[in-house]
């Protein structure tokens, strides 16, 4: 049974940053690309990033120059680092690990900008 369990939500001034966590049972190399999606009150589950088992990162274009995704193999670990948060990018997040076949979530982290 495939597990994803994020970290590092919390409350955060606007310009501020945190770094999201995301612990994978097993290895990330199983999966031909893990990302992060968001949910906010009322809207859709959208794509903010995304990381293939080659390296590869893709991002939407409203997190792009402040959200960075990044993996640690030997931690079997996926991160996202943002910065200067803004109010709108308060919502929960989601960490996902795709393969061909399937898709597993984790139970998601919240994320709240606000002053």
């Known amino acids: 049974q495939v597990q994803l369990v994020e970290s590092g939500g919390g409350l955060v001034q606007p310009g501020g940053s945190l770094r999201l966590s995301c612990a994978v049972s097993?290895?990330?190399?199983?999966?031909?690309?893990m990302g992060w999606y968001r949910q906010a009150p009322g809207k859709e589950r959208e794509l903010v990033a995304q990381?293939?088992?080659?390296?590869?990162?893709t991002y939407v274009d409203f997190v792009k120059g402040r959200f960075t995704i990044s993996r640690d193999i030997a931690k079997n670990t996926v991160y996202l680092q943002m910065n200067n948060l803004k109010s709108e990018d308060t919502a929960v997040y989601y960490c996902?690990?795709?393969?061909?076949?399937?898709?597993?979530w984790g139970q998601g982290t919240q994320v709240i900008v606000s002053s």
């Open positions: 996902s690990a795709h393969t061909g076949r399937n898709a597993y």
């Open positions: 097993g290895s990330i190399f199983s999966f031909n690309m």
């Open positions: 990381i293939t088992s080659g390296g590869s990162r």
